[in-house]
């Protein structure tokens, strides 16, 4: 049984002879030889395997049947409003097998793996990104804990109910965690919504719905030195309820600071974020070299105050140098 990838469907072919030797017609042949005090033997080609199934056997053209049942399914695999994969005839026929006893269906193993190589094409948790910043800027990034991961197990089996169902159309992919948009592996996978954190410019814009800044300020980034780096990457806003008490402890568990806020907006966990620090006495250029936070991002009172008034849980933050 075998797919003809121009016609679409699976054909019965004529069956071929092997070119592995059968065991036991050489030992017959060689015994023979020894017998008869011959000094060589000949093995013709009745010492060949000989193929078992013949293209005659009309359970091959049920089998071939009931595997082209199995390829009229046809739609698309969606991420967002992206389609990354085609479900056809040439994908299933992938995936079908033959079985010992001349009856075929779908490898559950073969389509796992299949939806393995999707997730690894696909997932962008923690992936690279690279994209062109409104004003220009090429900003490449990773990590963080915004992007698309795929359910394989819920894919696998949209899959296999898909196939049976002759489904048709489009699929949206199942995910444990989606994102806003999707443009390939390594491409921006949020809207024109989201605030960039530039590190190495010591400031941070909120671009709206337009992809115009509708709010911008100096910060002070983490302080470098003491390894309290902002840690870069891609995330999203996790609250935004206002006041809070920030602590911070040394490595040998006593408390290292404690410290009220009035507006407290965390991206990652709820560990670091945006606040107010108006403590600090400076707010961008180098001044967080040596006056720097313990990760968070520092934000003059008025305008944390202006950010809390913008943002909305969920908000993409991408921070990079």
């Not at 005659?56 to 049942?69: H, Q």
């Not at 960039?196 to 410019?201: H, I, K, M």
């Not at 806020?261 to 670091?272: A, H, I, L, R």
Request: glycine share 10%; net charge negative; hydrophobic share 35%.
């Amino acid at each position: 049984l075998d797919y003809d990838n121009g016609g679409s469907q699976f054909v019965v072919r004529a069956e071929t002879a092997g070119t592995a030797l059968d065991a036991d017609k050489v030992v017959e042949t060689v015994n023979a030889a020894v017998a008869a005090m011959e000094s060589s033997a000949t093995l013709s080609e009745d010492a060949l395997q000989q193929p078992t199934l013949l293209s005659d056997d009309k359970r091959l053209a049920k089998a071939a049947d009931e595997a082209n049942s199995l390829l009229k399914a046809d739609f698309s695999l969606k991420l967002g409003d992206t389609p990354v994969a085609q479900v056809n005839a040439d994908a299933i026929a992938g995936w079908v097998r033959l079985h010992d006893d001349v009856t075929v269906g779908v490898d559950e193993g073969l389509v796992a793996a299949w939806v393995q190589d999707l997730a690894s094409a696909c997932n962008t948790y923690q992936a690279r990104r690279t994209f062109t910043r409104a004003d220009g800027k090429e900003v490449t990034v990773s990590g963080g804990v915004y992007g698309w991961i795929i359910d394989k197990d819920k894919l696998q089996e949209a899959l296999m109910n898909g196939v049976d169902s002759a489904q048709t159309g489009d699929m949206a992919i199942p995910c444990e965690q989606e994102a806003g948009a999707y443009d390939g592996l390594h491409g921006r996978d949020w809207g024109k919504r989201y605030v960039d954190v530039d590190l190495t410019e010591q400031h941070a814009r909120f671009y709206g719905e337009d992809g115009a800044i509708i709010w911008e300020s100096d910060i002070v980034s983490g302080k470098p030195a003491d390894g309290r780096d902002t840690p870069q990457g891609t995330y999203y806003i996790k609250t935004n309820d206002g006041k809070s008490v920030l602590r911070g402890y040394k490595p040998d568990g006593t408390k290292d600071y404690e410290t009220e806020v009035e507006f407290w907006m965390p991206f990652k966990d709820n560990s670091v974020g945006f606040h107010d620090a108006g403590w600090q006495e400076k707010f961008g250029g180098d001044w967080y070299v040596e006056h720097g936070s313990h990760g968070c991002i520092n934000l003059p009172p008025d305008k944390a105050e202006e950010l809390h008034g913008l943002l909305s849980v969920g908000d993409v933050v991408v921070v990079h140098e």
